[in-house]
């Protein structure tokens, strides 16, 4: 996964979620499988969030694009997957902060499970997911078949950068990571 960030998180980083927050609490998944519908903004209430989605794809050698940084309050769907709401694991990326400072995702390890997500689609339908458990891997160990793989149900991943700043590489050194599912559409 290329770098999220341009990077300037002081000495303690971006927050980064605990330990316990990685064990998976299952929610209850209510909301129907939807047909395909881009989304167009993502909404996380308990951190502030309510971000425009810019359409992702891959880069020539094969890695998933990043937002632009120089939109630093926009985040990005992966359209290579599933829209959020199909079956299967809809994708999105935000940076956590550029040279200018904080960016989209910045607070995203303060999810913890039971916080909700809300995607606005391009039918007017909002799929709503509930977090399940929060992560944070060294980018070396990416768990690509876990955030990309197939579900059998609506999921949704949330991926930016964490960890410490690596001023040599100009990349956090870890991924912090959000899996929910789909509860509830509206």
């Known amino acids: 996964l290329a770098a999220l960030v341009l990077g300037l998180g002081g000495p303690a980083g971006p927050p980064s979620p605990p330990a316990w927050a990685a064990a998976t609490r299952p929610v209850d998944r ?18 502030g969030v309510r971000a425009p989605l810019a359409r992702l794809g891959l880069e020539a050698d094969g890695s998933v694009q990043v937002p632009s940084a120089d939109r630093p309050g926009e985040a990005g769907w992966y359209a290579g997957g599933p829209t959020p709401g199909e079956r299967g694991a809809a994708v999105i990326l935000g940076h956590v902060d550029t040279a200018k400072g904080a960016a989209v995702f910045y607070d995203l390890g303060r999810l913890r499970p039971g ?6 689609r391009a039918d007017g339908r909002v799929a709503v997911f509930t977090v399940e458990s929060v992560e944070r891997v060294p980018k070396g160990r990416f768990p690509t078949g876990r955030v990309y793989g197939p579900l059998d149900h609506p999921g ?17 050194t870890d991924n912090v990571i959000v899996y929910a599912a789909e509860t509830a559409v509206r």
Request: with cysteine.
């Open 156 to 172: 949704l991943r949330l991926v930016t950068c964490g960890g410490s700043f690596d001023r040599g590489k100009r990349s956090y």
């Open 115 to 120: 916080h909700r997500v809300e995607v606005s």
């Open 30 to 47: 209510h909301g129907p499988v939807l047909d395909p519908s881009p989304p167009v903004r993502v909404d996380v209430p308990s951190i």
